[in-house]
């Protein structure tokens, strides 16, 4: 959900859908499938992997778990062919959106997507028509704990780190896509817990709905997306303006 903070504000509107246990765990399954099938099982050899466990392992996910979706992605165990997905579209207002998902089946997953987008008044593009408006980076996050802002800034820099935004209870600290990984060990040294590490989009301008009706319309959309078993990350260029957002609280 980078780029737009308020956002945080308004989470309880949608279906809270990672916060289910089984939604999230097989996210998170997905991805450690696919991290271990691009670089091997050997975490210390993979840090795409590594960021995968940490994260999975954040959300007490059961080892378990996490070693199956290891094993299925190394070819030691039997498991479907999956790849990596990402869908361009529009949402009310004008909003960018990239869809992650990840399908072991492309055609049953376009076609899904097409239908879930028409059916809530979005509207599906071309590959690269939206994605230039977002950039790629590593995105940590950390609870607040007692940093301010100064104090945030200057240990993201220090660590190699490029940003550091604010977002309710947590600081979130960007990097370059191929200095995350070494930016969370900086941080770890330093003796802070990572909530979580992962590769994001970030959009490079964002649109403020300002409007209640267009707001609701597309967080139904953003729900309908989110709620679907292939997405994996959902990301948008919207804030919402603070009357609307007295509204919706």
């Not at 979706?69 to 009310?92: F, N, R, T, W």
């Amino acid at each position: 959900m980078a780029g737009h903070n308020k956002w945080s504000k308004v989470k309880h509107i949608k279906a809270v859908v990672d916060a289910k246990k089984g939604k999230a765990f097989s996210k998170f399954s997905k991805e450690l499938t696919l991290a271990s099938k691009a670089g091997g099982s050997n975490p210390e050899l993979n840090a795409r992997l590594r960021s995968a466990i940490l994260n999975a392992r954040a959300q007490n996910m059961p080892m378990d778990n996490i070693e199956r979706a290891i094993k299925k992605g190394a070819g030691e165990l039997e498991g479907d062919s999956l790849e990596e997905i990402v869908y361009e579209g529009y949402g009310q207002g004008g909003v960018a959106m990239l869809v992650e998902v990840v399908s072991d089946n492309r055609n049953r997953t376009a076609s899904d997507m097409r239908l879930i987008m028409s059916k809530n008044g979005g509207t599906f593009a071309d590959a690269g028509s939206v994605s230039y408006l977002f950039q790629r980076k590593g995105e940590i996050r950390l609870d607040k704990g007692s940093l301010n802002e100064d104090a945030a800034m200057e240990l993201a820099l220090e660590s190699g780190a490029d940003d550091v935004q604010e977002d309710e209870a947590e600081w979130i600290i960007y990097s370059a896509v191929d200095q995350l990984f070494n930016v969370g060990q900086a941080l770890q040294a330093r003796r802070l817990t990572l909530k979580s590490q992962q590769l994001t989009y970030l959009p490079s301008t964002t649109v403020t709905l300002t409007d209640l009706d267009t707001t609701k319309a597309f967080l139904k959309l953003y729900e309908a997306l989110d709620d679907y078993d292939d997405t994996q990350h959902i990301h948008a260029n919207f804030e919402i303006s603070d009357e609307v957002l007295a509204h919706l609280s």
